[in-house]
């Protein structure tokens, strides 16, 4: 199986890296940043690669893009008329309703697109800092749309599992923004709010404890995909933040009144739904 990633930033990185780990070795590359595709090369994770895929794109069998949101549906478009007879494409991206459809409208009926999402990534951007270690353990989903084929989806799940994810889930389009605005968007929000709350200028960095350095790894964030993210789901992560507010005011509440005992019926909660987890 010909394999071609597209965007070889952390987590096309990390793909490369993984499939040549679990023994895919007709991989190649695109990606606009030569140096990327030079390092790719030079680390055995790619055959070859280019900075215009049309040639490589048309003897693909599987496509990963791992790309911006705005860019999915653009690539997509530049694309259409060069992919293989029968040829499979899956994404990485973190959102889905912003691009689903029209993807699907646009490409002929022979090519089949998977949308997925591994759930995993790094705060840095880049090649140099791509891993296949972070795929090992993770969770990865697959939001199935009515064209695509029980046989290519079968595929992926069991390529997914061959690169080190533990488990992967299939759920709708519309589901899988609404978890991630809270699994994976508030916590981004959480992060930067708690760090930018900081008093400037103060040696916060001398009273830093495993808490706070664990709540804030991923205020470290790529500004120009998050606020993508964020913007293109916009609705599932507002209701996010808004329950979330409402929990908060419960501890404030009970601290400004001194209840003790509302403050330990909150901690009881958060512990017995911990675990369950």
């Known amino acids: 199986m010909r394999i071609v990633v597209v965007g070889l930033g952390v987590i096309g990185g990390s793909f490369t890296m993984a499939l040549k780990e679990a023994g895919y070795n007709d991989v190649y590359g695109i ?125 992926i799940e069991d390529l997914v599992y061959k690169i080190g994810f533990k488990r992967v889930k299939r759920i709708t389009p519309e589901y899988h923004d609404e978890m991630i605005g809270y699994t994976s968007q508030l916590p981004h929000s959480l992060a930067v709010a708690l760090v930018n709350s900081d008093v400037e200028g103060r040696e916060t960095g001398s009273f830093i404890g495993d808490s706070y350095r664990d709540l804030t790894r991923i205020a470290n964030i790529n500004e120009d995909l998050w606020s993508e993210l964020f913007l293109g789901n916009k609705e599932n992560l507002l209701a996010s933040i808004e329950k979330f507010e409402i929990e908060l005011d419960k501890i404030k509440y009970a601290i400004e009144n001194d209840d003790k005992d509302a403050l330990k019926e909150i901690f009881i909660k958060s512990t017995k739904r911990r675990e369950k987890l």
């Open 31 to 155: 990606d606009i940043n030569e140096e990327s595709l030079v390092k790719a090369k030079k680390l055995g994770l790619i055959k070859d690669g280019c900075t215009n895929g049309q040639e490589i794109i048309k003897s693909a069998d599987f496509i990963i893009i791992s790309l911006y949101p705005r860019l999915v549906k653009q690539f997509i478009i530049d694309n259409k008329d060069n992919f293989k007879d029968g040829a499979v494409i899956t994404d990485a991206t973190g959102i889905k309703k912003m691009f689903i459809e029209d993807i699907v409208n646009i490409l002929p009926e022979n090519i089949d697109f998977v949308f997925g999402h591994p759930m995993a990534g790094r705060e840095k951007k880049g090649i140099d800092f791509a891993s296949s270690s972070v795929f090992k353990g993770a969770n990865y989903i697959l939001t199935p749309v009515a064209r695509n084929k029980e046989e290519n989806l079968k595929m």
